[in-house]
C-alpha cells in the first residue's frame, strides 16, 4: 500500500518521517526481465540525500539548505528544490513518472573503496563480482555484455564480458592504432594484409594449443574486437576527450552499444563538479555537485528516450537507470562547515520496471532508516533495507538468478511495476 498526500502526512508526524510516501503513477512493463538493460551512474565520494532525496527542511537541529523547498515533480514524485541547482526541477519535471527514490538504504561502511564494494556486492570477500558484472555475465552472446565508461567496478570472474571505453579515449585509439602513437618506443603501424598475417599465425598457433580458460577467454576478446572494429562507423568513439566534455557526452559510445545490442550494462562514476564528491567543509559545493549531476541523468534518460529499443518502443522502455553513491553524509554540520560519513543513504531509479512517482523507505528522526515490509511501508517489525536488497531487486528486474551470498535478501517490489 502507498499512502496519499494527506495520509502520508499524517504518517510522517506521527513517526517523526523525514519524508513521506508518495502516490505511484504505474506505467505497465514493455519488456521482459531477461531483455531488461542496465545504466549505473554513481557518484563515488558520499552524497547528501537531504539536498534531494529527503527533507530535514526546518528541522531544529540537521542543516538544512535555506534556499530549498519542498516541492512535487511529474507523477507526484516529492524531492527537495532550490534554485541554486535546477537541474534538479528540470529532472523531477520530465521524468518524475518514471522515477522511484529509495530512502534510508543502509551501506556498513564509513570508508569509501569499502562502501562501494558493499554497495555493490554486499560483501567484503576479495573476488565477489559486483550486481553489473554478474548480470552482464548472463548475457555472453553479447559482443561487450558490459561498457565501462569510467570509475571501478568489480569483475570477479566475469572479466572477460567487460570493456572499458577509457576515460581518454583508449579503445579508439586501440582500433585505430594511434595507441601506437602515444608509445615510448618508436613503432610503425603495420599494413592491413601485415595485420591479417599477424592474426591468421596468432590464430594457428592457439589451435595447436592445449585449450584452457585464459585462450578461450583470449580468442572470444579477439573475436569481439574484430566484430566491434566492423561496427566503428556506427559507434561514436571520434569525442575529443581533452576537452571539457560532459559525462553523458562522455557516455554517448557506450549508449550507441546498448542501443545497437552489442552491450546489455553501462557503467559510469559520476565526478561531480570537481573530481569527487567527498568534501568535509564547504557545504554549498553540494549544490554544484546536484546540479552537474542531475543535468547529466536528465541528458542521459532524454538520449534513451530517443533512441529506438528493439522491441518497438524506446531504449528508456528496455532500461533500467540506476544513480547512487557508497555513502551518504551525517546530517549535522562539523566544526569546517561540512558533512561527515554516514552509513545511510537513498538511490534513484528511472526507466523500465519502474514504479514512477514514488519514495520508497524514509529517514527517522536520527536521520537512520527505517525497516520496511514486503510492500514497502515502515513497520517495525519489517526488515532495514540494505544493498543486497537493492541488488537483489536488480537481479529481479534483468532476471539473473541472484548470487548465493543474497539468496536470503527479497528485492524491493515496492519499487517494481
Known sequence: MILNRRQLAAAALASGALLPFAIPTVRAATTTPAQRKLVVIYCFGGWDPTWVFTSTLGHPTFYFDETASAEYGAGGIPYVHSPERPAVKAFFDAWGDRAAILNGMQVRALTHPSGLKQLFTDSATPGVPDWFATIAGA??????????SSGPVFTGEFGPQIMRL???GQLSALISGEALDSSEMPTQALSESAVDSVDAYLAGRAAGLESDSWMEDYATGLERLHRVNALGDQIDLGLDYAANISVADRMAPALDCLELGLS????????????????HSAIGQHNRHLQYLFSDVKDVVDSLAARPGSGGGTLLDETTVLVCSEMGRAPLLNGAGGKDHWIWTSALLVGSGIKGGQVVGLFNEDFEGEPLNSAGEPDAAGVIQDAGHLGATLFELTGVEKPAHIQHKAPIEALLA
Do not use: I, Y
Open 139 to 148: 548475457s555472453t552472446e553479447l559482443e561487450l555484455p558490459m561498457v565501462v
Open 166 to 168: 577509457g576515460e581518454s
Open 264 to 279: 546489455r550494462v553501462v557503467t559510469v562514476a559520476h565526478p561531480g563538479f570537481r573530481a569527487g564528491w567527498d568534501h
